[in-house]
Antibody, heavy 119, light 111 residues
Framework: QVQLQESAPGLVKPSETLSLTCAVS????????WCWIRQPPGKGLEWIGY???????NYNPSLKSRVTMSVDTSKNQFSLKLSSVTAADTAVYYC?????????????WGQGTLVTVSS | QSVLTQPPSASGTPGQRVTISCSGS????????VNWYQQLPGTAPKLLMY???KRPSGVPDRFSGSKSGTSASLAISGLQSEDEADYFC????????????FGTGTKVTVL
């Protein structure tokens, strides 16, 4: 069974860079999209972006200028950096696996980690 | 801000049929398949439906999906108490070099 586990600092100061890592176990890294999705408290889901296993990326246009994703296949993990954070970036951050497809279905998700932006 | 619009809430009694709509545009639902996710309280979302009407293994056949034009729907037949959750539609949007969009979400309450 594929499992994903996010790790991140629970608190980040405004204007700093948020760094998250997702460890993947129980499955291959190849031929999948590795994704980040967030959910502000009490609100809906927002797609942040994904990185294909080969390294190509696609980011949410509204976040693109602040987002960087990377993958380390040797460690079976992928990462997200979000720069210049503000209180609006406070959210539960999920990592997920996307299967191939025009609209990739996200079939496995991490449990999510709450990141709060506050001084 | 979501570009896929869903009703904020829907409800029904056990055994009833509930339908959730998801309205988009030609650049997303009109051109690309729709997926649906179920989010039980306090948990991560779970893939419920993909490619408009395909159920992943383990999803009961009480759940069905459809798409017509720029709208999609998720139906729950024989509503059960464990179906009380938030439901989100999602689709690829071809605008702005392509990106993934989620619906606004619908809270289903079992009365």
């Amino acid at each position: 069974q594929v499992q994903l586990q996010e790790s991140a600092p629970g608190l980040v100061k405004p204007s700093e860079t948020l760094s998250l890592t997702c460890a993947v176990s129980g499955g291959s890294f190849s031929n999948y999209y590795w994704c980040w999705i967030r959910q502000p408290p009490g609100k809906g889901l927002e797609w942040i972006g994904y990185m294909y296993y080969s390294g190509s990326t696609n980011y949410n246009p509204s976040l693109k200028s602040r987002v960087t994703m990377s993958v380390d296949t040797s460690k079976n993990q992928f990462s997200l950096k979000l720069s210049s954070v503000t209180a609006a970036d406070t959210a539960v951050y999920y990592c997920a696996r996307g299967r191939s497809g025009i609209t990739p279905p996200f079939d496995f998700w991490g449990q999510g980690t709450l990141v709060t932006v506050s001084s | 801000q979501s570009v896929l619009t869903q009703p904020p809430s829907a409800s029904g009694t056990p055994g009833q049929r509930v339908t959730i709509s998801c309205s988009g545009s030609s650049s997303n639902i009109g051109s690309n398949p729709v997926n649906w996710y179920q989010q039980l309280p306090g948990t991560a979302p779970k893939l419920l439906m993909y490619s408009n009407n395909k159920r992943p293994s383990g999803v009961p056949d009480r759940f069905s999906g459809s798409k017509s034009g720029t709208s999609a729907s998720l139906a729950i037949s024989g509503l059960q108490s464990e179906d009380e959750a938030d439901y989100f539609c999602a689709a690829w949007d071809d605008s702005l070099n392509g990106h993934y969009v989620f619906g606004t979400g619908t809270k289903v309450t079992v009365l």
